[in-house]
């Protein structure tokens, strides 16, 4: 399916909406698809300071667990508490209700070696 | 698995069509989910669900010295079985450790044996070197028979217009020659997932007809074809082993609670002596049951510590939905930390979670 044209992507297959200096943070719909029934997330507790592209937490489906990247640096502000009941809302909302977490990003400069909707496909087909 | 290409099963084009995901499995490529892990879960539990089983291993058996000489390898009875009965087997090596966990169908006049598929080659080098000049031969159908399984409360009504035998009548663990659609089938009460349910051995060239007619005319009443995935979790929460997770080469029957299928009463069969041993002694590590506390999933592999002393390691874990959505698991921990009720934790990703010791199988069936 056709990524939202307003979010970036990394390889790893997060997303990114950037709101000023905020930072919203998910997988994608294709990452969800992959992983299946999603039954458990881990994240980083609000405060961490975190960096580009390190490992910041997992996200479980049934049989598997997968690491979770984190686009950008900065510092955790929120953390969507909603998927520690209903980890599925990732599976049925990926780019709204099954956000994960949102970061005050120390770096704008970083959203350069993210990728556009249209190479995030392209990843995809290849 | 020392395979080195895979396989596929007669039904590999059914599964393509149906959407399925595949991955390979004990040789061959193997649906791991169709519509979803916990959708089909849910129709095993609620009504019915049909699983591809081809890749399991089937050797047939023959000879009048079939039975004595499979008392010899295993640690159930087979000689005392009678004619279409079907039952649980585990083939152990010297040191009682598990070559395998299999299931002998007594026919009118042999015998056939399912074997896991990730052990079929094996088992049957196993088998083959173990026959003797005279009285038992074994033929090898791994990939040409296939295997349908029907599971579920509602897999009786399902099945039932579909066969010339009655299934109401015939006792769970036994079997029937008959026909399904048409086509010649042995007919077994058998399964691996908590419920009732059938398991349909027939000609790998008929395996695409049975399969499309049983969809067809049942997926209106909830019947979901089920992959590898929906299996796992079920026969879990059934608390039923799975080779390479609960019985291995190291881990022998008896700590893996099966010493209801161990008959010390036959005289003499490989790995007698170190299992009854082991019984006496007591001493031995053995599987256990764990709830976790929070929502982690516990994984093969992680560490059971009981206080700051590592005692086990988890063996299978998984969410239940058919236990109130909780993480369990099963492990493999010391003796004094096996009583129910024991506090223990699980080391996930580097932090301590907790666990409690619980009786197994975590779920059983009400009808």
Same mark, same amino acid.
């Given at each position: 399916?056709?990524?939202?044209?307003?979010?970036?992507?990394?390889?790893?297959?997060?997303?990114?909406?950037?709101?000023?200096?905020?930072?919203?943070?998910?997988?994608?719909?294709?990452?969800? #698809?992959?992983?299946?029934?999603?039954?458990?997330?881990?994240?980083?507790?609000?405060?961490?300071?975190?960096?580009?592209?390190?490992?910041?937490?997992?996200?479980?489906?049934?049989?598997?667990?997968?690491?979770?990247? +984190?686009?950008?640096?900065?510092?955790?502000?929120?953390?969507?508490?909603?998927?520690?009941?209903?980890?599925?809302?990732?599976?049925?909302?990926?780019?709204?209700?099954?956000?994960?977490?949102?970061?005050?990003?120390?770096?704008?400069?970083?959203?350069?070696?993210?990728?556009?909707?249209?190479? @995030?496909?392209?990843?995809?087909?290849? | 698995?020392?395979?080195?290409?895979?396989?596929?099963?007669?039904?590999?084009?059914?599964?393509?069509?149906?959407?399925?995901?595949?991955?390979?499995?004990?040789?061959?490529?193997?649906?791991?989910?169709?519509?979803?892990?916990?959708?089909?879960?849910?129709?095993?539990?609620?009504?019915?669900?049909?699983?591809?089983?081809?890749?399991?291993?089937?050797?047939?058996?023959?000879?009048?010295?079939?039975?004595?000489?499979?008392?010899?390898?295993?640690?159930?009875?087979?000689?005392?079985?009678?004619?279409?009965?079907?039952?649980?087997?585990?083939?152990?090596?010297?040191?009682?450790?598990?070559?395998?966990?299999?299931?002998?169908?007594?026919?009118?006049?042999?015998?056939?044996?399912?074997?896991?598929?990730?052990?079929?080659?094996?088992?049957?080098?196993?088998?083959?070197?173990?026959?003797?000049?005279?009285?038992?031969?074994?033929?090898?159908?791994?990939? *040409?028979?296939?295997?349908?399984?029907?599971?579920?409360?509602?897999?009786?009504?399902?099945?039932?217009?579909?066969?010339?035998?009655?299934? *109401?009548?015939?006792? @769970?663990?036994?079997?029937?020659?008959?026909?399904?659609?048409?086509?010649?089938?042995?007919?077994?009460? +058998?399964?691996? +997932?908590?419920?009732?349910?059938?398991?349909?051995?027939?000609?790998?060239? #008929?395996?695409?007809?049975?399969?499309?007619?049983?969809?067809?005319?049942?997926?209106?009443?909830?019947?979901?074809?089920?992959?590898?995935?929906?299996?796992?979790?079920?026969?879990?929460?059934?608390?039923?082993?799975?080779?390479?997770?609960?019985?291995?080469?190291?881990?022998?029957?008896?700590?893996?609670?099966?010493?209801?299928?161990?008959?010390?009463?036959?005289?003499?069969?490989?790995?007698?002596?170190?299992?009854?041993?082991?019984?006496?002694?007591?001493?031995?590590?053995?599987?256990?049951?764990?709830?976790?506390?929070?929502?982690?999933?516990?994984?093969?592999?992680?560490?059971?510590?009981?206080?700051?002393?590592?005692?086990?390691?988890?063996?299978?874990?998984?969410?239940?939905?058919?236990?109130?959505?909780?993480?369990?698991?099963?492990?493999?921990?010391?003796?004094?930390?096996?009583?129910?009720?024991?506090?223990?934790?699980?080391?996930?990703?580097?932090?301590?979670?907790?666990?409690?010791?619980?009786?197994?199988?975590? @779920?059983?069936? +009400?009808?």
């Amino acid at each position: 399916m056709a990524q939202p044209e307003h979010l970036l992507y990394t390889k790893e297959h997060e997303w990114v909406k950037l709101d000023g200096d905020i930072a919203t943070i998910g997988i994608t719909d294709h990452a969800q #698809h992959s992983l299946g029934d999603i039954v458990y997330v881990e994240l980083p507790k609000v405060g961490r300071h975190i960096e580009q592209f390190a490992n910041i937490g997992v996200v479980e489906s049934v049989k598997a667990v997968s690491d979770l990247f +984190t686009p950008v640096s900065g510092e955790v502000t929120e953390v969507n508490a909603e998927l520690d009941a209903d980890p599925a809302a990732v599976n049925r909302d990926a780019y709204g209700a099954g956000w994960f977490i949102k970061v005050k990003m120390s770096d704008p400069a970083e959203q350069k070696k993210l990728l556009s909707a249209a190479e @995030y496909e392209r990843l995809n087909a290849e | 698995m020392s395979s080195t290409t895979t396989q596929r099963t007669a039904l590999y084009d059914e599964h393509l069509r149906l959407g399925a995901r595949m991955v390979p499995f004990g040789g061959f490529e193997m649906p791991v989910q169709y519509a979803g892990i916990l959708k089909e879960h849910e129709a095993v539990r609620k009504r019915a669900g049909l699983f591809d089983l081809s890749h399991m291993g089937q050797f047939l058996l023959e000879g009048p010295d079939v039975a004595a000489w499979a008392d010899r390898l295993t640690i159930n009875a087979v000689s005392t079985m009678k004619p279409f009965q079907a039952r649980y087997n585990i083939f152990c090596n010297e040191h009682g450790g598990a070559h395998d966990d299999v299931i002998f169908y007594r026919l009118a006049d042999r015998f056939l044996l399912v074997v896991n598929a990730g052990n079929a080659q094996k088992m049957w080098g196993h088998v083959t070197a173990h026959l003797p000049n005279s009285g038992v031969t074994a033929t090898n159908l791994h990939g *040409a028979r296939a295997l349908i399984a029907i599971q579920g409360p509602q897999s009786l009504a399902m099945l039932a217009p579909h066969v010339d035998i009655a299934p *109401a009548d015939m006792k @769970y663990y036994f079997c029937a020659e008959g026909h399904v659609d048409g086509v010649p089938a042995l007919i077994a009460r +058998t399964g691996y +997932t908590g419920e009732d349910g059938f398991e349909l051995f027939v000609d790998g060239a #008929h395996a695409a007809h049975v399969w499309r007619r049983l969809l067809a005319d049942h997926a209106a009443d909830g019947l979901e074809p089920c992959g590898l995935g929906a299996r796992d979790v079920l026969r879990l929460e059934a608390g039923m082993p799975l080779y390479g997770h609960e019985l291995t080469e190291e881990i022998t029957p008896v700590q893996a609670g099966l010493t209801w299928a161990l008959k010390l009463a036959k005289p003499e069969f490989l790995g007698r002596a170190a299992l009854e041993q082991q019984l006496q002694a007591d001493l031995y590590p053995r599987i256990v049951g764990l709830i976790m506390r929070g929502r982690a999933p516990a994984r093969q592999g992680y560490p059971v510590f009981s206080g700051e002393r590592q005692v086990g390691r988890i063996c299978s874990g998984s969410p239940a939905p058919a236990v109130g959505n909780r993480s369990i698991a099963t492990a493999l921990v010391s003796k004094e930390c096996a009583p129910l009720g024991s506090l223990l934790t699980v080391d996930i990703r580097g932090s301590r979670h907790e666990a409690d010791v619980v009786a197994l199988p975590f @779920y059983k069936r +009400t009808q």
